[in-house]
C-alpha cells in the first residue's frame, strides 16, 4: 500500500490488529494465486493496483466523496439497482463476503450450518475489518435465499443502517409488479438519504454508465471465446469482482482497455494457456473476493476457465437497460425489466439459467461444466441436480462441487477436479 492508512481505518472505527491478520492473509494469497500466473496481459497491472490498495486509496475515495456529501451505498446482492444509486448522487459498493472471519463470533450469531456467505458478511462486521461496511451510509439487504432473509433480521441489530429490499420468488405478473414497487420504494429511500430528488436526466445518466460498464464486461467475456484464451479464468474472475468496487467510470475505461490488448493477443496467437487446453464453465454460487479457491485448482490442473455463470460474472453483468424512455416510469419500467431477467436460484421454477449454462458452454466452446455450490446453499445445491441432468442429457460433461471458504478440502477437490479434466480431454 502506498501509505500508511492506519489512522482512516482507526476513525472508522476497525479493529486494525484483526484488519493487518486480514491483509496479510489477503496479500498473500493474491502473491501466490495471481502474480504466480504467466502470459497475464499487461493490462492486468490495473487490477494488481486496485487490489493492492482495495481498503487503502479506494477507501480514501470513498471518504473524500463523502466529505463532498455524496452517500455510500453498500449492498449484498446484484438485484440492487445501481442505476438507482447514482442517479441519487450516491455510490454503490459491493460487501465482499468472500472469506471466514471472526467464526467462532459468528457461529454465536448464525447456526453452524449457513452457507459462507452469509457468516462472511456477520464475521466483517463483528470483527470490525471491512472499511466498506464502516463507511457506508445505508446498508441494502434482500429478501432473496431463506438464509439471507433470516440472517438479516439478526444483522438488524448490529447496524443501524440496514435497508431491507423485498424479492419476488417467482417470475409472475404478480413478482414483477412488486420487483417494481421495490425499486420505487429504493429510489424514495436513496432520495431520503442523498437529499437529492432523482430527475429523468439523472436516471438516463444513471444507466447510461452503468451499460457502460455491463457493456465493457461482455466485451471481455466475449473475447474469451477464442483459442487461445486471451486471459485466464482468474484473471476475468478479478475483473468482475473489481466491478463492485472500483469508480464506474474508471472501471468502464480500464476494462475497455484491457480488451483491446486481448484483441491484439488474439491476433497474435497468444494466450494465458496453450492453444487446446481443456475449456471449463462455472456455474453457480456468486465468487466474492477474495474468494477464488476452485477457479485457482481448476488453473492450476491444466484447464482454463472459460465463463462464469454467476452473479459475479454472466449472470449479474449481463442484459443493459433500455434507456430510451422520456419519462421516470418508463425508465423504472425499463429498469425493472433489466433486473427481473436476473435468473437466481431463488426464483422458482427457474428454466432460463439452465438454459443459459447451455448456451454459455455451447457459446464458449466448454468442454465441461463445473458447478460450484456452497455448501448449506440451498437454492443453488438443489438447482445443481436438475442442471447436470440436463447438461448431461445434451452431451455436455458436469461435475458438482460443494464446499466452502475453508481450505481443508484443497487436496481432495484437486483431485476430483484432475478426474475431470482428464474426462473432458479424452
Ligand atoms: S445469487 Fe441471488 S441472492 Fe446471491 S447475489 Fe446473485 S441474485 Fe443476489
Ligand atoms: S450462497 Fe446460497 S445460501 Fe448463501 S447467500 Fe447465496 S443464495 Fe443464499
Not at 457506508?136 to 432473496?144: K, Q, R
Amino acid at each position: 500500500m502506498s501509505e500508511d492508512y492506519s489512522p482512516m481505518w482507526e476513525s472508522l472505527g476497525m479493529d486494525l490488529n484483526a484488519h493487518e491478520t486480514l491483509l496479510g492473509v489477503l496479500g498473500q494469497g493474491y502473491q501466490d494465486i495471481y502474480l504466480a500466473q504467466k502470459n497475464r496481459p499487461k493490462g492486468m497491472g490495473y487490477f494488481d493496483f486496485v487490489m493492492s490498495e482495495v481498503h487503502g486509496l479506494r477507501i480514501k475515495e470513498l471518504l473524500d466523496e463523502k466529505k463532498q456529501n455524496r452517500k455510500i451505498i453498500g449492498s449484498y446482492c446484484v438485484f440492487v439497482p445501481e442505476e438507482i444509486v447514482l442517479a441519487g448522487g450516491a455510490t454503490l459498493v459491493g460487501l465482499c463476503s468472500g472469506a471466514d472471519f471472526a467464526v467462532e463470533e459468528v457461529e454465536k450469531h448464525l447456526p453452524r450450518n449457513t452457507c459462507s456467505l452469509i457468516k462472511s458478511s456477520f464475521g466483517f462486521k463483528l470483527g470490525r475489518v471491512c472499511p466498506y461496511l464502516e463507511s457506508a451510509d445505508m446498508i441494502v439487504g434482500e429478501n432473496t435465499c431463506d438464509g439471507k432473509k433470516k440472517a438479516y433480521e439478526s444483522f438488524a441489530g448490529m447496524v443501524d443502517n440496514l435497508y431491507v429490499m423485498d424479492l419476488p420468488q417467482v417470475k409472475s405478473g404478480q413478482g414483477r409488479a412488486l420487483l417494481k414497487e421495490e425499486y420505487e420504494r429504493f429510489k424514495t429511500a436513496v432520495e431520503e438519504l442523498t437529499g437529492n430528488k432523482i430527475t429523468v436526466e439523472d436516471l438516463k445518466e444513471g444507466i447510461k454508465v452503468v451499460n457502460a460498464k455491463r457493456a465493457a464486461l461482455h466485451r471481455l467475456a466475449i473475447l474469451r471465446k477464442a483459442d487461445p484464451v486471451p486471459i485466464s479464468g482468474l484473471d476475468a474472475l478479478l475483473a468482475n469482482q473489481v466491478s463492485f468496487y472500483d469508480n464506474p467510470a474508471r472501471f468502464t475505461e480500464s476494462v475497455n482497455k484491457i480488451c483491446d490488448e486481448l484483441e491484439e493477443r488474439i491476433k497474435e496467437n497468444l494466450g494465458a494457456f496453450p492453444s487446446k487446453s481443456p475449456r471449463i464453465l462455472i456455474s453457480g454460487c456468486p465468487m466474492a473476493v477474495p474468494n477464488w479457491k476452485l477457479p485457482w485448482i481448476i488453473e492450476t490442473s491444466g484447464a482454463v476457465i472459460v465463463g462464469e455463470e454467476s452473479c459475479v460474472g454472466e449472470r449479474g453483468a449481463r442484459n443493459l437497460t433500455d434507456d430510451s424512455g422520456q419519462s421516470q416510469d418508463e425508465l423504472m419500467e425499463a429498469i425493472t425489466d433489466r433486473y427481473f431477467k436476473v435468473d437466481c436460484a431463488i426464483f422458482t421454477p427457474n428454466q432460463d439459467r439452465c438454459d443459459h449454462i447451455v448456451e454459455m458452454a455451447k457459446a464458449y466452446g466448454a468442454n465441461g461444466v463445473i458447478h460450484y455450490g456452497l455448501q448449506f446453499c440451498q437454492p443453488y445445491i438443489m438447482e445443481s441436480i436438475p442442471v447436470e441432468n440436463k447438461l448431461e442429457k445434451l452431451g455436455i460433461p458436469c461435475m458438482r462441487i460443494e464446499t466452502d471458504y475453508g481450505m481443508e478440502d484443497v487436496g481432495q477437490l484437486k483431485t476430483r477436479v484432475e478426474a475431470f479434466i482428464e474426462q473432458i480431454s479424452d
